[in-house]
């Protein structure tokens, strides 16, 4: 692999921005000086210094963002802020969030450059479970939990799938395994209720982390990594 493509993929800059760096002498190869951006290495066996700092390879970019209010779930759009523009400071290609919120929604949402992880997470064979905070317009009857448990019919041609629905501190929680448009919400319209903030907590085992405000966002750590495999 190119010198310069082994940089820009861990995020050290843009490939014009790697030139200038090697130029001014601040990437080393195995202790030695590189001097030309299409130098070859061995990605797993050479050691890849960037101002004295080594350069561990991370083929694949993997991040937690607490989605705020406003953006929305999409790599670019003309006049919104999207998810991906959060994390434009990165300087990641390719780098796409895992599945929608909508643009009112709240967050965990996973934004990665590893495909194969985004497929898996958000085919809808996998039944990957997704669990959101819901704030209602009323109150939930036990019959209402029942009826969001068994499926809903939200004008598809099939009822939704079983989910789980409990209240917790007096907000009703809604674990389901599939990703239609809108579905919590429609799923709610179904019982007579409405929306008035919705919030996702989980994705998988994967839970969002409480210290992140909204807009915020953090690498995925290695063990969070693990727990979506
Ligand atoms: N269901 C919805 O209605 N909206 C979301 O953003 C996510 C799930």
């Not at 061995?42 to 561990?56: A, F, N, Q, S």
Request: hydrophobic fraction near 40%; aromatic fraction near 6%.
């Amino acid at each position: 692999m190119r010198i310069d493509k082994y940089l820009s993929d861990n995020s050290i800059g843009t490939r014009k921005e790697i030139k200038s760096l090697i130029k001014a002498g601040l990437v080393q190869v195995n202790d030695a000086q590189v001097s030309d951006p299409g130098m070859h290495i061995d990605p797993v066996k050479d050691v890849v210094k960037y101002d004295g700092r080594v350069i561990l390879y991370e083929p694949f970019h993997y991040f937690m963002l607490n989605k705020p209010a406003g953006c929305i779930s999409a790599t670019a759009e003309k006049n919104e802020t999207t998810v991906v523009d959060l994390l434009a400071g990165e300087n990641i290609k390719n780098l796409s969030p895992v599945g929608r919120l909508d643009k009112d929604t709240e967050g965990l949402l996973i934004l990665t450059d590893d495909g194969h992880l985004l497929h898996n997470l958000i085919s809808p064979s996998k039944h990957v479970g997704k669990e959101y905070l819901v704030k209602t317009a009323h109150a939930l009857s036990e019959k209402d939990l029942s009826a969001l448990r068994d499926g809903v019919d939200i004008g598809d041609d099939k009822k939704t799938l079983p989910a789980e629905a409990f209240i917790l501190d007096g907000d009703l929680h809604l674990v389901i395994y599939e990703g239609r448009f809108h579905q919590v919400k429609r799923m709610l319209e179904a019982v007579g209720n409405s929306v008035l903030y919705l919030k996702r907590l989980r994705m998988g085992k994967l839970v969002l982390d409480e210290n992140l405000e909204p807009g915020v966002y953090r690498k995925l750590t290695k063990d969070e990594l693990d727990l979506l495999s």
